[in-house]
């Protein structure tokens, strides 16, 4: 480490900083990013901080939120310092989301194993519930089960094809947050926040990809190869890939469009959707109708009813025919929703050593589960210092975090638990780590988390497009977008 100069002079490094230590010395991975800093001064960076907002309006780099029942679009914002991770962080990173992703599809193949279980078993579940290892109700009672779901993957066919986890820094290294295995974004963000980031230092991107930084843009090809893998059995030639979309009213509207564009596939609406006389579906793009093979789905399965199709089928009922006709595959298959509750989280790391036969990668946070008698009361006294979440909560909705409550906020939140308990988890507080980041023309620490995405077909790998999203607010720990956080761009650095 050196000393900081120019803008981190003042900057409150801490143990927890990745850019900073609690001597004030600048880690090393940041000091290019440092120079270019200091070069450019206060008044550089509030003006570079300004393009890159005119520059991301101009691109219509936007995410929705829903107030009152209406969809609101807000910009994205970008910090223009990215968050800089070594070769040997994201090595680690690497291993812990694909050896999870691998464990959470052997789940789901065998929550979801066709016909259920061997004709003479007495005890019908699935094997991990047979062993002991994760208990009947953690499956059956998990808001995101779909017994309907068994038909709706080929004989194979991996149920996620694409996940996102969530992880932050701590104190004793990564730990995994969250999994998202339904519909997770963030892909197409983390493409723009490069492209945002080269427009706005082109000198500190030049010298960084000389060197070798990593291109997110490479995750396009993989994308589009495990998307290819989903393909039916029956399917001859290159797999028809199209992109399923509730269309402009979706909150990822942006990401949608920008990814069917990145990899070259239509963009597949309700209104565009017709069944093919062989039982498949073909999507109506320039008056041409185009037989899909692979649809990437991106809104929630819970709305597929809720949509017609212009011969009158509702969205489920098409897409669900195609598949038991072997001419279709979803990704990500309906039901995934049992794998990445609250509750499942905390059998993750047994779900590991049954499946893999492998002690986990990545840490996770102690979970209590409040349906659990046991559990309940362990901590119903202790809700002031822990994170409660609800079950099937997601992008932050709902999260309470109990250090920061009122009395009364407590008092509202010890009813609420007490009422009906088997509707959340309570988790350790994580003292996740800050990164540099400009607010007001300061550069000032910022807590963030990392979204890292791993693609599942014929072998999984990890996206090198991971999305940092940072928290704007002072002491904030809330990053979600939806939330009001921002975003930075993340750089993998060369071996």
């Known amino acids: ?261 990145a990899i070259g596939i239509p963009i597949v609406t309700p209104d565009a959707l017709w069944p093919t006389p062989t039982g498949g579906i073909a999507v109506q793009v320039n008056g041409e109708r185009i037989p899909i093979d692979v649809l990437y789905r991106r809104f929630d399965e819970a709305d597929l009813a809720a949509h017609l199709t212009p011969s009158g089928t509702p969205v489920d009922v098409l897409l669900g025919e195609a598949v038991r006709a072997g001419k279709l595959a979803m990704a990500n298959v309906p039901g995934n929703g049992v794998a990445d509750d609250k509750a499942t989280y905390r059998y993750v790391p047994e779900m590991i050593r049954f499946y893999l036969a492998e002690e986990p990668v990545l840490e996770t946070v102690p979970t209590w589960l409040l349906a659990a008698e046991a559990d309940l009361a362990e901590v119903r006294d202790r809700l002031h210092e822990l994170v409660v979440k609800p079950v099937d909560g997601y992008g932050g909705q709902g999260v309470v975090f109990g250090p920061l409550c009122s009395a009364p906020e407590l008092a509202e939140l010890h009813a609420q638990v007490l009422a009906a308990p088997h509707r959340f988890v309570a988790q350790e507080p994580v003292d996740f780590s800050t990164v540099p980041t400009v607010i007001d023309g300061m550069v000032v620490p910022r807590r963030a988390d990392l979204r890292v995405f791993a693609v599942a077909g014929t072998t999984t790998q990890t996206l090198p497009a991971p999305l940092t999203r940072v928290a704007l607010t002072e002491g904030s720990l809330l990053v979600n977008s939806s939330q009001g956080g921002g975003s930075k761009d993340t750089w993998i650095l060369p071996h």
């Open 1 to 261: 480490m050196t000393p900081s100069p120019g803008v981190f002079a003042r900057y409150p490094g801490s143990a927890g900083d990745e850019a900073v230590g609690p001597d004030g010395s600048l880690r090393t991975v940041y000091e290019p990013v440092a120079e270019v800093l200091d070069d450019l001064g206060g008044v550089g960076i509030t003006a570079v901080v300004g393009a890159v907002a005119q520059e991301r309006r101009m691109r219509g780099v936007v995410f929705g939120s829903y107030v009152d029942g209406r969809l609101e679009e807000r910009a994205f914002p970008l910090c223009p310092v990215p968050r800089v991770l070594s070769a040997a962080d994201w090595d680690h990173l690497s291993r812990g989301v694909e050896q999870r992703t691998r464990a959470l599809n052997a789940f789901l193949a065998d929550v979801y194993r066709p016909a259920g279980r061997r004709r003479t078993d007495s005890d019908q579940h699935s094997e991990v519930v047979r062993a002991g290892v994760v208990p009947e109700w953690i499956v059956t009672a998990s808001p995101g089960h779909r017994p309907a779901a068994v038909g709706l993957a080929a004989a194979g066919q991996q149920r996620i094809t694409v996940s996102g986890l969530d992880l932050l820094h701590g104190p004793r290294g990564w730990v995994v947050l969250e999994d998202n295995l339904r519909v997770p974004s963030g892909i197409g963000y983390a493409l723009t926040n490069r492209d945002s980031g080269r427009a706005a230092l082109p000198q500190l991107y030049a010298e960084a990809e000389a060197a070798g930084l990593v291109d997110p843009g490479e995750a396009v090809a993989l994308l589009r190869a495990a998307l290819a893998d989903a393909a039916p059995a029956g399917c001859t030639g290159v797999p028809q890939l199209g992109l399923l979309t509730d269309g402009p009213h979706n909150s990822a509207w942006f990401e949608h469009q920008l990814l069917a564009a």
